[in-house]
């Protein structure tokens, strides 16, 4: 199982990002998936999760409103577009997979629910 993160960079405060995370190596049926972020210094934190079937959503109070995770599972590929970056957002931002069986339309928002891991891609933000 792979996960490939992409997308990261180095943007001013208001700028816009998508993040793109590819999964391969078998079938994820059933797999929600999500991303996740760690700054220096600080502990790992959910940022959005997905449900496999799409229709549910979860994100931390902090991006509310300006981000905004979706999925093509015909791609295997999750994306979190994130617009009016701040510099509080500077982190690695790592997706992840979780396999969640027959519960397709179930979010976890612990990050120790999730088994398959990204490399991480490093998102900065200047003020």
């Known amino acids: 199982v792979q996960l490939q993160a992409s997308g990261g960079g180095l943007v001013q405060a208001g700028d816009s990002l998508r993040l793109s995370c590819a999964a391969s190596?078998?079938?994820?049926?059933?797999?929600?998936m999500g991303w996740f972020r760690q700054a220096p210094g600080k502990e790992r934190e959910t940022v959005a999760v997905?449900?496999?079937?799409?229709?549910?959503?979860w994100y931390i109070d902090s991006v509310k409103g300006r981000f905004t995770i979706s999925k093509d599972n015909a791609k295997n590929t999750i994306y979190l577009q994130m617009n009016s970056l701040r510099p509080e957002d500077t982190a690695v931002y790592y997706c992840?997979?979780?396999?969640?069986?027959?519960?397709?339309?179930?979010?976890?928002?612990?990050?120790?629910?999730?088994?398959?891991w990204g490399q991480g891609t490093q998102v900065t933000v200047s003020s």
């Open positions: 992840a997979a979780g396999n969640f069986g027959r519960y397709i339309d179930f979010v976890a928002t612990n990050w120790e629910s999730y088994e398959h």
């Open positions: 190596g078998r079938t994820f049926a059933g797999y929600g």
């Open positions: 997905i449900s496999y079937s799409g229709t549910n959503t």
